[in-house]
């Protein structure tokens, strides 16, 4: 088994290197590369991911992981080299349902619609993207059918981002988690609107910069394992564990654009830096789902740098970076500032509490898609009808409305939205956990000490990358499964107070 | 022929994508990586480099090649397609010729022998590298023994950076240069050294970098197709005919340092940028030779940018930019400080025209190592004398001595430095080429307009790329064979002036 083990790590290893290099090109491509340098860039990436997959795909490869399941069986749950060789398995299937000739089509199919998409937006002209969007909802389709055991046409697309998760599981959630929040909001956006003017005062980039790294190195996010750029949109990626990047993106009239979006791809960024050195090179290194994900982002956005301790260690630094701007705004304003809640038509945009209705939204959309319930030319009416009866406004255009997320247009139709929500959801879960265990945190907070939340979730769920599903994490946390319960109280709690609800 | 060439442009593409893929994590790993980063880059530039070398050892591309080789002889010379299939047989051959064992045994002794000449170079302790340069020298001269054509055992060394030259040519062309530089360098050194105090002011960071990409950008460095970034050492990669970037070096008390490092990698910069769109993703899309190439970066860095007719344009606006600096030095004093020559210990801070006595003592020493005449423990006398004998001082160290240069401890012995001196060489003469066929090209120069001297150089050497060997090139250009005479004359016509010789 030894020997097999170790010619699995090879290949996994081999492959592994090939999409971290990938990685890099796509990094510089977004942040460094001049224009000039798009063409060959695509070739480039093309050749990388051609060999990666015909190397993810070797029926030799397939071989060993069958050999390797068998003899792997008997090794306890959580032990790295059964761990190693299921998602193996899970990797290698993935790969080889799908033939090449469909992910040729599909690619090619895909970057034409982006295309027509990005000009279509700008004119709102959604019968242009129209037959686009009716040949990706036909190719999800498609690709759903290599999967024909299962339960559901979206469980395949879901699957990709959240493993395990399916229709059965996340509709049930999210029908309760839209009945709670949906008074919660009501009774917000009946009181008058935070005024978040302070927000909105002129403040240099590179001040920007320099104070949102300084913060995020106190959060734990390691420079000498990762540095920060500039992007037109904000991400995180890793080449390894010990080279974790992000970008961020910063608007000189608006402080929350920059700084919430570096403490949010610092949380992802944390996530990725903190698994376990052991499972470099393996197939294990990196986040166990789109929802795990975006629970380390959301908490350390939200939970974290949106909340009441953190400001009080972190008001009088902002203060003394800008005395000009927040010299003479109370704490309190600035802390209602950031915390605005108002029904808005962009996801992206979208505070905290109304975010999850943006998602949902989205996600019983692509589902009805895919079912052949939502025909994708009444997809506009179906969006803004959505709008109306969940968020009551009307979007007053398509560019604002069903074509303002890339996902569809750049991807398939399915499994790109939920994590969103599942992260939040999760967030509230594992840092009640976090409580539990170590109720001293918010004092921690107060005093700008984040060790203590750091090694909490580097001990439950950073170290262990890819080892748990998003599902055997939950379990472990917290000894139970996935509930709303915490968000919706952690909700409450801080909406409660800032609302007097 | 038509579908075996085009079989032929996807096998070098794809070793192509594949060596530019590794380019960018290399030109990442000098400019932006966290420390934490390395040692994941080095798996994944191995992997990359193996992948690479296994398509360019393919058996069925060697035959391939082979009956291209007959089926495009007919071809005329220069044709496109012959020199692809001729330049493929270069590569194939020199890939294969060298087993992949070797090829493996050599770069991990390099490795160690880099990281010992790092730590034992600080201490100025040769000893320590000796065993190291000595199995270096066995490796260098096993690899010459897998191409037993070879008339010289240096020549398959020379071969790679150079291909096409030969100890038997390079060696006659160094004695009858070093002949005839000697003589000028002790007129030169015999009068007062030139008073370059002005370089030495302080001047920030940002607006030397500022300065020298204003000018690079005049000379025709394409910044939509290249950008500038900081790296301990200047240099040039490509990634794609457009993405040709370069790294500068900045020194805030030395002005020459990062301008002279900027406009000389702009010269490197641009030859790859100049390269005929038609070649992209071919094996013809790159500088001919080490040679060439570096007669472009001296061409813009010497000829062009420590000349008096750049600086009769550029002065006015390096006293507008730095007015405290050099408001008060006249143009002359500037114009004698950046061309002051003396004698002096490090080839990498030498003046132009002492340069090719640092280099030619190289090249003399590594061909006596390869030749058996000089044993490695006797490096630091022989190296010691050529510098007594050749520049008039005695190095008082090996550190600034024999262990200055990285080349032979991070590399093989043989091969790497001719191409500094032939660049010298050439530059003077293609710069007089240009000037028989475009004689107003000073006086342009005097007015900041570089157009002429740069589509000179696209139209007889940049558009090119490998379609031309050296010779082949020189003879295009010139009509004759290589000759130092221009390069000489162009010597003494500048510094006869500057020192009334």
Redesign the interface.
């Known amino acids: 088994m030894e020997a097999k083990l170790n010619e699995l790590k090879q290949r996994l ?2 492959i592994a ?2 999409n ?3 990685s ?2 796509s990094w ?1 491509q977004l942040t ?6 798009a ?3 695509g ?2 990436l ?3 991911a051609r ?1 990666a997959q015909e190397k993810q795909t070797d029926e030799a490869l397939g071989k060993l992981i069958d050999e390797l399941l068998v003899e792997t069986q008997s090794l306890p749950a959580g032990n790295v080299q059964r761990a190693m060789v299921r998602v193996a398995k899970i990797d290698f299937d993935r790969a080889t349902r799908v033939p090449p000739e469909f992910v040729a089509r599909i690619y090619q199919h895909i970057a034409q619609s982006y295309q027509v998409w990005a000009e279509a937006r700008q004119k709102n002209d959604f019968s242009a993207t129209q037959p686009y969007l009716e040949k990706t909802l036909d190719l999800s389709r498609e690709y759903s059918a290599f999967f024909p055991e299962a339960e559901h046409v979206a469980d395949p697309l879901i699957d990709q981002s959240d493993y395990g998760m399916k229709v059965s599981t996340v509709r049930p959630l999210f029908a309760e988690l839209r009945s709670r929040l949906v008074p919660i909001i009501q009774a917000i956006t009946s009181q008058p609107a935070a005024d978040d003017s302070c927000l909105k005062q002129p403040i240099p980039a590179d001040a920007q910069v320099a104070f949102g790294e300084k913060i995020i190195r106190k959060l734990g996010y ?6 920060q ?1 500039k992007s037109a949109h904000p991400f995180t990626t890793r ?5 974790v ?1 992000i970008t961020t993106r910063v608007r000189e009239d608006d402080f929350s654009e920059a700084f919430f979006s570096t403490t949010h791809e610092a949380g992802h960024a944390m996530y990725e830096q903190g698994i376990d050195q052991a499972l ?2 393996t197939n294990l290194a990196s986040g166990t789902s789109a929802g795990v994900h975006e629970s380390q982002s959301r908490l350390w956005e939200n939970i974290v740098s949106r909340g009441k301790d953190f400001w009080i260690f972190a008001y009088p630094l902002l203060q003394e970076a800008f005395p000009a701007q927040f010299g003479n705004v109370s704490q309190d304003t600035f802390y209602r500032a950031i915390n605005k809640v108002q029904r808005s038509l962009i996801r992206t945009d979208a505070d905290e509490v109304t975010y999850n209705l943006h998602v949902m939204i989205r996600f019983d959309l692509e589902v009805g898609m895919l079912e052949g319930n939502l025909a994708v030319r009444h997809l506009p009416e179906a969006w803004n009808e959505r709008y109306r009866s969940d968020l009551g406004i009307l979007p007053p255009s398509d560019k604002d409305g069903c074509m303002q997320d890339v996902h569809w247009y750049g991807g398939t139709i399915g499994g790109a939205f939920q994590g969103y929500t599942l992260g939040n959801v999760l967030s509230a879960l594992f840092y009640r956990q976090a409580l539990k265990d170590r109720p001293g945190i918010p004092e921690e907070i107060r005093h700008g000490k984040f060790d203590g939340l750091h090694a909490w979730m580097q001990e439950h769920i950073y170290r262990h990358g890819r080892i748990f599903t998003t599902d055997e994490l939950v379990m472990r946390c917290t000894g139970g499964a996935l509930t709303i319960e915490p968000y919706i109280e952690y909700l409450k709690q801080k909406y409660g107070e800032l609302y007097d609800l």
């Open positions: 290893g081999e290197d090939l971290n290099a990938a890099v090109l510089d460094h590369m001049p224009p000039g340098g063409e060959a860039r070739r480039q093309a050749t990388l060999i390691d420079f000498e394992r990762g540095r750029d080449f390894s564990i010990n080279d990047r470099e090179g």
